[in-house]
């Protein structure tokens, strides 16, 4: 795929993602600051090979309204770790009991489940240490700062994620119907994808106007990453996934395919992919990372 | 015990305790926003009968400085809300596995385990939501609301209060120094204790030697609060502390007691108050109550 200035989307997401891994390592408490062992689980699931989808809708929006990506990165990595403690908690044994994501062990087949939840709880932490850093902190730039750092909060939190994931327990066992379905994941994964886009945005000085633009891309690529998961799930390989095929199914989760079948499942996905390119129209070039973006959450499963 | 206002520890603490209780209920999550058995677990540990300490203390301070202790009500509620986490974390069976808090029962004893690791990660999210509430910020002191945003998130985590509750779990079954101990405790209690009472002088506008001085303040009173809980612990009648007597050395875990005797143990205690209490010597009537709630820490097990 080619974008309009000639760089690969796959040189680009390689490009940023190496921006990113290089500051989390910068930015990540430093291993005198507490005990080694929680450093040592905080890194084992923070560097365990990531897309770095969340930080690189950051940056790309930073870059969208005509930022600098790079000034934004602090939140970028904020956003990743809240990620990362989110999966961690979720492959728990009161959760998911998942034994293997992106084919490691999950932090609590290494460290114990009480190490694990401490991990969690310590990039969750962190996250919001790293958003209100001094040194993040510009005097003309306090107040948006602040703003992020409530709308990151609130898509983290009982009305988004915590909320999606609360759904998803609940919903273990039993068919659960299609508009419960995507309000589970416009929670659990939407409003994250969303608020990564729209942080990015604000910090970059977008207008109400385009940050509310941004917003409606960024719900719309969480419920289409969502679908191609489920999608992958059934069709994928375990290799690809890190985790066995059609294990959602064999928890008793409700998946999009198992509700609408595959066919309406990928053409549901085709619209939201579509719909969210159509929200960047009135953006230039400097979106067409943005719109890539969308496009390859598609075609990674064909 | 009379303050030179006239009003007893007792009635200050109930009136304010009344005003924080008030408050919580005002800044909780609304039940719309997310599933409803979330909000329950979340209110069942919020609202068990904690003294509110921490935002009392946070009330206090502000109020030792000159400020008016209602205006910075949303940041004291929201060091109850990370007390409550850590809380319900902490009792959990991959850590404490305590059955009973406060003679009720614990969170993942009423609601499972999946749904407690949530209700903590709700309460540590929202936390920083409501520190970062617009409606809390004004124009002139959006730089102080980070401030004290990072100072939390630093007490919270790695070096503080995550770091604390790792150093707890590798301590079980091994008799530990004095010196790893005292960490220990810094880490757990002490660092959220300090920062309750900076957070609240900074937000009143404290001067940096203010704020220093109460910091030391608060990481004595932090220090003298666990070692009267593990005199307590030993002493007390478990109807007291909510829970069985003598549950920590159950679960092998070195006390001061079990290190220094008690006799040497009561002499730290009162030590730590003295000090404590001699920090404030600076400040005026204004400081009656952050003078005694130092006393009162040492006086409850009396």
């Given at each position: 795929m080619q974008?309009?200035?000639?760089?690969t989307?796959?040189?680009?997401?390689?490009?940023?993602?190496a921006l990113i891994?290089?500051?989390?390592?910068?930015f990540?408490?430093?291993?005198?600051?507490g005990?080694?062992?929680?450093h040592?689980?905080?890194?084992?699931?923070?560097?365990?090979g990531?897309k770095?989808?969340?930080?690189?809708?950051?940056?790309?929006a930073a870059?969208?309204?005509?930022?600098?990506g790079?000034?934004?990165?602090?939140?970028?990595?904020?956003l990743?770790m809240i990620?990362?403690?989110?999966?961690?908690?979720?492959?728990?044994?009161?959760?998911?009991?998942?034994?293997?994501?992106r084919?490691?062990?999950?932090?609590?087949?290494?460290?114990?489940?009480?190490?694990?939840?401490?991990?969690?709880?310590?990039?969750?932490t962190?996250?919001?240490?790293?958003?209100?850093c001094?040194?993040?902190?510009?005097?003309d730039?306090?107040?948006k700062?602040?703003?992020?750092?409530?709308?990151?909060a609130?898509?983290?939190?009982?009305?988004g994620?915590?909320?999606g994931?609360?759904?998803?327990?609940?919903?273990?066992?039993?068919?659960?119907?299609?508009?419960?379905?995507?309000?589970?994941?416009?929670?659990?994964?939407?409003a994250?994808?969303?608020?990564?886009?729209?942080?990015?945005?604000?910090?970059?000085?977008?207008?109400?106007?385009?940050?509310?633009?941004?917003?409606r891309y960024?719900?719309?690529?969480?419920?289409a990453?969502?679908?191609?998961d489920?999608i992958?799930?059934?069709t994928?390989d375990?290799?690809?996934?890190?985790?066995?095929?059609?294990?959602?199914?064999?928890?008793?989760?409700?998946?999009?395919?198992?509700?609408m079948?595959?066919e309406?499942?990928?053409?549901r996905l085709a619209?939201?992919v579509?719909?969210?390119?159509?929200?960047?129209?009135?953006?230039?070039?400097?979106?067409?990372?943005?719109r890539?973006?969308?496009?390859y959450?598609?075609e990674?499963?064909?």
């Open positions: 974008s309009e200035n000639g760089t989307l796959e040189t680009y997401l390689a490009e940023r993602k891994d290089a500051a989390l390592e910068r990540l408490p430093k291993a005198e600051d005990p080694e062992i929680i040592q689980a905080v890194r084992h699931s923070l560097f365990a990531g770095r989808l969340r930080p690189i809708l950051c940056v790309a870059e969208a309204v005509g930022g600098d790079q000034e934004f990165i602090s939140c970028a990595c904020a990743e990620h990362t403690y989110s999966l961690i908690h979720d492959d728990l044994p009161a959760m998911d009991n998942d034994d293997y994501r084919g490691m062990p999950t932090s609590h087949r290494v460290f114990g489940e009480g190490i694990a939840i401490l991990a969690g709880d310590a990039l969750l962190e996250a919001f240490h790293l958003l209100s001094p040194e993040f902190t510009r005097d730039n306090t107040e700062r602040l703003q992020v750092i409530n709308l990151i609130r898509a983290a939190g009982t009305a994620m915590v909320g994931q609360v759904m998803d327990l609940q919903g273990e066992g039993k068919t659960v119907a299609l508009e419960t379905l995507e309000d589970m994941h416009r929670r659990k994964t939407g994250m994808l969303a608020v990564s886009v729209v942080s990015g945005a604000i910090l970059a000085g977008a207008t109400a106007a385009q940050t509310a633009v941004l917003s960024g719900q719309d690529i969480g419920l990453f969502q679908i191609a489920d992958l799930n059934v994928g375990s290799a690809l996934m890190g985790k066995g095929t059609g294990s959602d199914l064999s928890r008793g989760k409700t998946t999009f395919p198992a509700l079948g595959l309406v499942s990928r053409n619209e939201l579509e719909r969210a390119a159509a929200h960047l129209a009135g953006f230039d070039h400097r979106a067409e990372p943005l890539q973006i969308a496009r959450i598609m990674r499963n064909r």
